[in-house]
C-alpha cells in the first residue's frame, strides 16, 4: 500500500498492560500494521493510583487475585479519545486477570464502550492460559455497544504446567523463580517468547493486508 499520509487508514489500539507483556505485543502490533502503511495512535490505559509489578507480597497477590475474580475494577485516568473515534479499526489489548479482562480495560469498557458502535474490534490477549471467560466478556461489550468483535489474538505463556501457575504467581509476587533449583529446570522464563513476538507483528501484517484489499 502506497499512500499519501492523509489517506492512510488508521489503527488505534487501547492497551493496559501490568507486567510489560501485552505493551510488547502492541510494540509488535504497531510494528506490523505500520511496515503497511498503516497510521497507529496508541491509547495507553492508566491506573489512577499507581499500580506497580511486582506486588512485593504473597498476601496481596492472592487479594489480587480474589478481587478480580469479582471484576473489580480499577479506576484509569481520562482519556483522549479522538484516535478510537477516528479509528478505521480499534484494537483492544490487555491481560487476563482471574479469567477476566484486567480491572483497567474493565473500566475502560465501562466508560467508553459506546465510542466502539459501528467499530470493527479486534481482541489482544495475553495470558498465561486461559482467555475464553475474558474473550467472552469483551464480545459481548462491545457487542451490546454496536461494535463488531473480532476473533482475538491470543497470546498463551508456553510453559507447561504446574510450573506456568508457579512461576507466574511468584514472579507477579515479586519473587525470582531462578532462585529455586526446580524452577531453573522447568521455567524458562516468565512471559511471552521471541517467536510468539514474530507471530504477533506477522497478524498485525496480515489483518492489515486483508482491511487494505476489503
Ligand atoms: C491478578 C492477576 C490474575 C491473573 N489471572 C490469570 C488467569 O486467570 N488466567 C491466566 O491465564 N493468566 C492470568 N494472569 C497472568 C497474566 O494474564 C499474564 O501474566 C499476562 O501475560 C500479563 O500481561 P501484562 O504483562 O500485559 O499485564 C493473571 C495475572 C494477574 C496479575
Known amino acids: 500500500m502506497d499512500k499519501g499520509a492523509k489517506d ?5 489500539i487501547v492497551y493496559y498492560s501490568f507486567s510489560n507483556q501485552t505493551a510488547k505485543l502492541v510494540h509488535h502490533l504497531r510494528k506490523g ?8 495512535e496508541t491509547v495507553k490505559l492508566v491506573p489512577r493510583d499507581r499500580l506497580t509489578f511486582p506486588l512485593h507480597s504473597v498476601p496481596k497477590t492472592i487479594a489480587m487475585m480474589l478481587k478480580t475474580f469479582f471484576r473489580k475494577r480499577v ?26 479482562p484486567s480491572g483497567p480495560v474493565l473500566s475502560f469498557l465501562d466508560k467508553y464502550a459506546p ?24 464480545k459481548k461489550k462491545i457487542e451490546r455497544a454496536g461494535g463488531r468483535a473480532r476473533d482475538p489474538f491470543v497470546f498463551t505463556h508456553n510453559v507447561k ?54
Open 8 to 12: 492512510r487508514p488508521l489503527v488505534a
Open 33 to 40: 500494521f505500520r511496515s503497511e502503511g498503516f497510521d497507529v
Open 115 to 138: 465510542i466502539l458502535a459501528g467499530k470493527d474490534v479486534q481482541p489482544v490477549i495475553s495470558c498465561r492460559k486461559y482467555w475464553r471467560t475474558h474473550y467472552g466478556y469483551l
Open 161 to 214: 504446567e504446574p510450573w506456568s501457575t508457579i512461576g507466574t504467581f511468584m514472579t507477579i509476587a515479586g519473587i525470582n523463580p531462578k532462585q529455586h533449583a526446580l524452577m531453573r529446570k522447568y521455567y524458562p522464563r516468565y512471559g511471552h517468547n521471541h517467536t510468539q513476538l514474530v507471530e504477533m507483528e506477522k497478524k498485525a501484517r496480515d489483518l492489515a493486508k486483508s482491511l487494505a484489499s476489503n
Open 75 to 100: 479506576p484509569i485516568k481520562e482519556i483522549d479519545t479522538s484516535p478510537i473515534e477516528k479509528a478505521s479499526l480499534v484494537v483492544l489489548a490487555g491481560p487476563t486477570w482471574s479469567y477476566n
